[in-house]
C-alpha cells in the first residue's frame, strides 16, 4: 500500500491572515467541521495568543472535533505556548506548532538573535511544549532563504528535543521547486534524526510555485503538506489544498503518496470557504474554479461527446461537482431541501432548516428555479451571519433617467429600529449613504463589483465590497435577484465585519 502524506490544513490560520478575510468563530466551528468530513489529517485551527477571539475559536474548535488532529500556533515564548495549550487542551488530538524564523535576515534584523539564542529558544520551546503533549510541531519560519546547515542543525536539535514534525516553510514565497526539492532532500540527508520526525513544508505562492514546490518536496521526501482550501492566506497565498491532493490523485504512477482526503468533498468545502470568507475563487482557478471543467471551444467540445478523457483529466465528479445539480422550485419539500443541503455539505438543526427553508420559498417566489449557488447563499446570509450589529429591514429605491435617485432604508442598529433617507448619484450610492448616515459609519469604499450568480436575467446579483476603516480591512458579500438590494446587503456585511474586527483585535506576529 502507498504512504500516506500528512494533510495540514491551515485555511482558519494563515489563510484567515488574507485581507479581509476574517471569520466569526462559529463560520469557523463550521468550516471545521467540513475540514474533518473532508479528511483533513491536521487542522491549525489558529494562534490563540493572538486575539481572545482566535482562543475561544480554537478552543471551540478543539472541543469539537473526535478525528481530525487540532494544531494551535505559538511562538517559542513560554506565554504562547501556555495559552495555545490552554486552547486545545480538550482536544481529542492536540498539537502545539511553535516556529521561529531561522534566515540570518529575520535573525538579524527582527528578531536581533544569534544563531546559538535562536536554537536555544527552538529547543526550551519544543521541551516547554513537550511537558503537555507529545505532538509537537516545529517550524523554521522562512526557511528557504536560511542556510542549509543551520536548518540541519536546528531541526536536529528540535527533534532531540521531541518535536515530532519539522516544518520547512517558504514563508515569502521565494522558492523554485527544483531548488526547494533539493534543499528538501538535503535536509532527509543531512540531518542525522530526521527519521524519528515527519519533514513538513509549508509554501507561500509570491511566484505561483506553491504547488509545484509543495509536490517537488513530497517526491524529495516531505510527508506532510499545509495548505488552505483555495489557496487563500497572506499576500499571494497558501498552497491550495485541493491542487496537491488532486495532482497526487490524477497522477499516482508519478508522485510516491496518496492522502486521507475525500476528494469529492473538495468543491462544497471550496464554495463554503467562498461563501464564508468573501473571497471569490477566480474562473480559471485549477481544480475549483468556475472554468475548470468547462470547455468551450468547437473542437474540443466534439472529441468531449467521443470521450471526455480526451480533454479531461479528472472527472468533475470527483471533486464533488456534478453536472446533474438538483433543481429545486417552490414545490419542493422540507425534506427534499435538506437532502440535497447534506450533499451540499450543509448539515443543518431543525431551527436551521426552518430558517432556510422559509427564505427558500420566498426565492423560489420570486425566481422559478433555485440552484445550488441560490441555496449556498441562502445558507450563509440566513444562518451562518450570526450576531449581526447591523441588519437591513427594508430598502425602496428611486432612480431613473430623469429623477435624482433616492433611497430610503429600514435597518436594525444593534437590534434598535432606525430609519431614514438620502440622494446620491446613483442608486447605490443614495442606498450606501443612507446606510452611512443611519449606522454613522465611516469606512471607506475600497472596491466594488458585480457578478450574476448563475446564468439567466432572473438571476441573482452577487456583489462583494471591500471597506477599511482605521486600518481594518473587511470583505462584505450580498445576494439578491435586486441587485441594490444585493449591494446593501454586502455593505452591511462588511460594516458587520469590520464591527467584529473592532470587537477582537488581532495582534500582528510583529506587536505581540
Ligand atoms: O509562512 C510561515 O512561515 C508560517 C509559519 C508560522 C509556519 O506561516
Ligand atoms: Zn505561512
Not at 505559538?74 to 495555545?84: F, L, Q, V, Y
Not at 527519521?195 to 517526491?219: P, Q, R, Y
Not at 467521443?306 to 479531461?312: A, D, S, V
Not at 422540507?334 to 436551521?352: F, I, N, P, T, V
Request: charge should be negative; include cysteine.
Amino acid at each position: 500500500m502507498k504512504e500516506c502524506v500528512i494533510i495540514f490544513d491551515t485555511t482558519l490560520r494563515d489563510g484567515e491572515q488574507s485581507p479581509g478575510a476574517s471569520m466569526n468563530t462559529g463560520e469557523k466551528m463550521r468550516l471545521a467541521t467540513q475540514l474533518e468530513n473532508l479528511g483533513v489529517d491536521v487542522l491549525e485551527a489558529g494562534f490563540p495568543a493572538a486575539s481572545e477571539g482566535d482562543f475561544e475559536a480554537v478552543s471551540q474548535i478543539a472541543g469539537k472535533l473526535k478525528h481530525t488532529e487540532v494544531a494551535a500556533l505559538a511562538r517559542t515564548t513560554k506565554s504562547d505556548i501556555d495559552c495555545a495549550w490552554k486552547a486545545i487542551e480538550h482536544a481529542a488530538k492536540p498539537r502545539i506548532h511553535t516556529f521561529i524564523a531561522t534566515s540570518d535576515i529575520h535573525m538579524d534584523y527582527k528578531l536581533n538573535m544569534s544563531r546559538d539564542e535562536v536554537v536555544k529558544a527552538a529547543v526550551e520551546a519544543v521541551k516547554y511544549a513537550k511537558s503537555f503533549t507529545d505532538n509537537v510541531e516545529f517550524s523554521a519560519e522562512d526557511g528557504s532563504r536560511s542556510d542549509r546547515d543551520f536548518l540541519c542543525r536546528i531541526f536536529e536539535a528540535a527533534i532531540e528535543a521531541g518535536a515530532t514534525t519539522v516544518n520547512l516553510p517558504d514563508t515569502v514565497g521565494y522558492a523554485i521547486p527544483q531548488e526547494f526539492g533539493d534543499l528538501v532532500r538535503y535536509i532527509m540527508t543531512h540531518t542525522s534524526n530526521i527519521h524519528k520526525a515527519v519533514l513538513s513544508v509549508h509554501c507561500h505562492n509570491d511566484l505561483g510555485l506553491a504547488t509545484a514546490n509543495t509536490i517537488a518536496a513530497i517526491s524529495a521526501g516531505a510527508r506532510q503538506a499545509e495548505v488552505t482550501i483555495n489557496g487563500i492566506g497572506e499576500r499571494a497565498g497558501n498552497t491550495s489544498l485541493e491542487e496537491v491532493v488532486m495532482a497526487l490523485h490524477t497522477r499516482p504512477n508519478f508522485l510516491p503518496v496518496t492522502t486521507h482526503i475525500k476528494t469529492n468533498h473538495i468543491y462544497p468545502v471550496s464554495r463554503q470557504v467562498s461563501m464564508i470568507t468573501g473571497i471569490m475563487v477566480q474562473p480559471n482557478k485549477a481544480i475549483v474554479g468556475a472554468n475548470a471543467f468547462a470547455h468551450e471551444a468547437g473542437i474540443h467540445q466534439d472529441g468531449m461527446l467521443k470521450n471526455p478523457m480526451t480533454y479531461e483529466i479528472m472527472k468533475p465528479e470527483t471533486i464533488g461537482l456534478s453536472e446533474n445539480k438538483l433543481v429545486l422550485g417552490k414545490h419542493s419539500g422540507r425534506h427534499a431541501l435538506r437532502a440535497h443541503l447534506k450533499d451540499l455539505g450543509y448539515d443543518l438543526s431543525d431551527e436551521e432548516l426552518k430558517i432556510v427553508f422559509s427564505k427558500f420559498k420566498e426565492l423560489a417566489d420570486k425566481k422559478k428555479i433555485v440552484v445550488d449557488e441560490d441555496l449556498e447563499v441562502i445558507v450563509t446570509e440566513g444562518v451562518l451571519r450570526t450576531a449581526e450589529v447591523f441588519s437591513l429591514e427594508y430598502l425602496n429605491v428611486i432612480s431613473g433617467t430623469t429623477v435624482l435617485p433616492m433611497a430610503s432604508v429600514k435597518m436594525k442598529v444593534n437590534g434598535r429600529l432606525v430609519q431614514g433617507a438620502r440622494y446620491g448619484n446613483g442608486p447605490i450610492d443614495a442606498t450606501f449613504n443612507t446606510i452611512a448616515d443611519l449606522t454613522g459609519e465611516k469606512a471607506e469604499l475600497l472596491r466594488f463589483s458585480i457578478a450574476a450568480l448563475t446564468g439567466g436575467t432572473d438571476a441573482q446579483g452577487e456583489v462583494t465590497v471591500r471597506l477599511r476603516e482605521n486600518g481594518l480591512i473587511a470583505l462584505g458579500r450580498g445576494a439578491d435577484p435586486d441587485i441594490i438590494t444585493a449591494s446593501a446587503k454586502a455593505y452591511l456585511n462588511g460594516l458587520n465585519r469590520l464591527e467584529y474586527l473592532k470587537a477582537h483585535p488581532i495582534k500582528s506576529m510583529e506587536t505581540l
